[in-house]
C-alpha cells in the first residue's frame, strides 16, 4: 500500500512536469501543423535563465523564475515571427530538419554561454523542508510542483473555455482556413499560442529541474519524452496531453520502484504498443 | 542514361583514389566517410525512395554493429562474416519493429523510430556484462581480410575495404533502384492510395524497403565495429540518426549519388568545424542544417539545374 501511494505521489508530480512541458507542443503541432522537435529548447532557456539570475544575479528563485519565463516568451515570439512562421509551410521532413537545426543552434548558444556542464537551480529553503503526509515525507517542492501543475491545467481550461481567445484558438485548431477566411487573424493567434506554450514548457522546465537536470543537452536528452506525451495524448488536446502526461508519469515511476533497470524499456515499450492499436491517441481524431 | 551512371561511378571512384593519395594522413576519417555513405545510402532507400520519415535508422546501425563485434570476439573474426552478421542483425531489428512501426505515419512513425533507437542504447548500456555497457564493447580484432590483408595501423587495408563495401552497397542500391520493386517503392512514396487501388500492399513494400535499409544500416555498423574495434553507446545515438538525415537531405532525396556527395560536403564541414573550434561547432552545423531547409530544399544535386534555370530567366527555380 506504502508503495502504491509513493508511485502515486511521484508519478504524479512527474506527470504534471511533462505535462507543463509538452502541453504547448501539444497545442502548436495541433494549430499549426507543425512537427516541432525544438520545443524541449524553450524548457532549457527558461532553466537556463533561471540558474543564471539565481547564481550569478542572487535573485530569489521565485523572482528568477518569473523573469525566466518572461524571458523565455520574450525569446520565442520573434522566433515565431521570423522562423517558424515560414516553416509551417514546408513539408514534414523539411519541418523535422528545420527545427533540428533550431535546436541545435540552441543547444549551442547555451553551451557558448553557460557552457557544457550541468546547471543547477538550487531551491528556497521554504520549498526544501518537508510535508509530513502521514504515510511519508515529502518534499515542499514536489507538492508546489503538483499544486501548480493543476492551476495550469485549470489555467489553461479557463482560456479556453471561457475567454474570447480561447474560442478563437477552438476554431483556429478546427479549421485554420475556415477561422482565417471568417477574419480571425490566426497569424495573431499563432504567436500568443506560440509564446504561450514556450512560457509554460519555461516553467515545467525550472520546476522539473530535480527530475529532469538541466543541462545544454537537455533538448535532444528529453525530445522523445515530450514527443511521446504529445503522441499519447492526442495532437492539440490539452485534456489528452494531461491524461498521457500523468499516465507516462505513473508507469515509468512504478517501473522504477519495482524493475529500476528495465523503467525506460518498459515505457517505451509500451508506448509502442499502445501507439500501434491507436496511432491517433487517446484525444486524437482519427484522420 | 547507362552511360550517365558509368560515369557517375567513375568519377566517386576516381575521388576516393585521389583522396587516398592527397590526404594520406587522414585516412581514418576519409573511412569514416564510407562508412557514413553506407548509413546514409540505407536512409535514401527507406526515406527518399520509400517515403517513410525516420531518425532513428541508427537503432539499425546499432544493432549490426554491436552484433557484429559480439560475432567477432566469440564465434568468428572473419571479417565478411561479420558483415553478414551485422545484415542480418539489422534487418532482423527493422523487421520486428518494422511490423509494428509501418502502420504508423508522420509524428508518429517519426517519434517511435527514435523510440526504438533509445530501447536499443538502453539495452545495451544495462547489458553490461555482454556488451560493456557505456564503457562500450572492446577487444574486437578481425581477422584479415580473405585470409590477405591484414587491418594496419595506419588504415590503409581498412580504407580500401570500407571503399569496397561502400561501392558494393552503392551498385546493389542502384540495381534495386531501378528494379520493378524500386519502382513501386518509388510509387508507394508519391501516392500511396494509387498504389492501394492498383491492388498493391504498401505495408508490405514499406516494411520490405524498411527491412532492407536496416540491413545496409547493419552493415554500415558491422563496418564501423571492425575498422575503429569498438562499439559504443554512441551508435544509437539519436544525433547520428539526424547526421544522416541532414546529409540525405543536403545531398538530394532519392538519388544515390546524391546521398553520397551529402555525406561527404557534411563529414568534411563537420570536421573543419570541429577541428577549428571543438567548443562551437555545433553552431556551424545549426547554421548549415537551416541554410538547406531554407534556400536548398532540394539539396545539392539539384544545384546545376536551379542555377541553369535561374539564368534563363525562370522563376520556378527551385520547384
Known sequence: MNLLLNIAVDGIAYGMILFMIAVGLSVTMGLMRVVNLAHGGFALMGGAIAHWLIEKGGLPFVGAAALAVLGTVAIAMPLERVIYRKIYGFGELQQVLATIGLTFLIIATIDFWLGSSLLGIPLPETLQRSVDLGFRQLTAHRMTVIVVGCLVILGLWALLERTRFGILLRAAVDNRDTASALGINTGHIYMATFALGAGLAALGGILGAELLPIDAYYPLRYMVLFLIVVAIGGLGSILGSFIAALAIGLVETAARYVLPDMATIITYTLVILFLATRPQGIMGRAS | ?319
Not at chain 2, 518494422?98 to 545495451?124: D, N, P
Not at chain 2, 580484432?141 to 563495401?165: E, N
Not at chain 2, 498493391?200 to 514499406?206: A, D, I, N
Open chain 2, 1 to 319: 542514361m547507362k552511360l550517365r551512371s558509368y560515369s557517375v561511378a567513375g568519377v566517386m571512384l576516381f575521388a576516393a583514389l585521389a583522396a587516398f593519395f592527397l590526404f594520406p594522413y587522414n585516412l581514418a576519417f576519409l573511412t569514416r566517410i564510407f562508412i557514413m555513405i553506407i548509413l546514409v545510402l540505407s536512409l535514401d532507400l527507406v526515406l527518399g525512395y520509400a517515403g517513410i520519415a525516420t531518425l532513428g535508422q541508427a537503432a539499425m546501425y546499432g544493432a549490426g554493429a554491436y552484433a557484429a563485434g559480439l560475432f567477432a570476439i566469440h564465434v568468428w573474426a572473419d571479417p565478411f562474416a561479420g558483415l553478414v552478421v551485422g545484415a542480418v542483425a539489422g534487418a532482423a531489428l527493422a523487421a520486428v519493429s518494422g511490423v509494428v512501426l509501418m502502420r504508423t505515419t508522420g509524428l508518429t512513425l517519426i517519434m517511435l523510430t527514435i523510440a526504438v533507437a533509445q530501447i536499443g542504447a538502453e539495452i545495451a548500456n544495462r547489458m553490461r556484462e555482454i556488451t560493456g555497457g557505456a564503457d562500450g564493447l572492446r577487444g574486437i580484432r578481425p581477422s584479415k581480410i580473405l585470409g590477405i590483408w591484414d587491418f594496419d595501423f595506419i588504415g590503409v587495408t581498412g580504407y580500401w575495404y570500407a571503399c569496397a563495401v561502400a561501392a558494393f552497397v552503392f551498385g546493389l542500391l542502384s540495381v534495386i533502384g531501378r528494379s520493378p520493386f524500386g519502382l513501386s517503392l518509388r510509387g508507394v512514396h508519391e501516392s500511396p492510395e494509387r498504389m492501394e487501388a492498383i491492388g498493391v500492399s504498401v505495408f508490405q513494400r514499406r516494411l520490405i524497403a524498411y527491412v532492407m535499409g536496416g540491413g545496409i544500416a547493419g552493415i554500415a555498423g558491422a563496418l564501423s565495429a571492425q575498422i575503429t574495434q569498438l562499439v559504443s553507446l554512441e551508435t544509437f545515438s539519436f544525433t547520428l540518426s539526424a547526421e544522416a538525415l541532414i546529409m540525405l537531405i543536403l545531398g538530394g532525396t532519392g538519388r544515390l549519388y546524391g546521398a553520397a556527395l551529402g555525406t561527404v560536403v557534411f563529414m568534411t564541414v563537420h570536421h573543419l568545424a570541429a577541428a577549428n573550434d571543438p567548443f562551437n561547432w555545433l553552431f556551424v552545423i545549426g547554421g548549415l542544417v537551416l541554410t538547406v531547409v531554407f534556400a536548398l530544399p532540394s539539396g545539392l544535386v539539384a544545384l546545376p539545374t536551379s542555377l541553369k534555370r535561374l539564368s534563363k530567366g525562370d522563376r520556378h527555380a527551385r520547384s
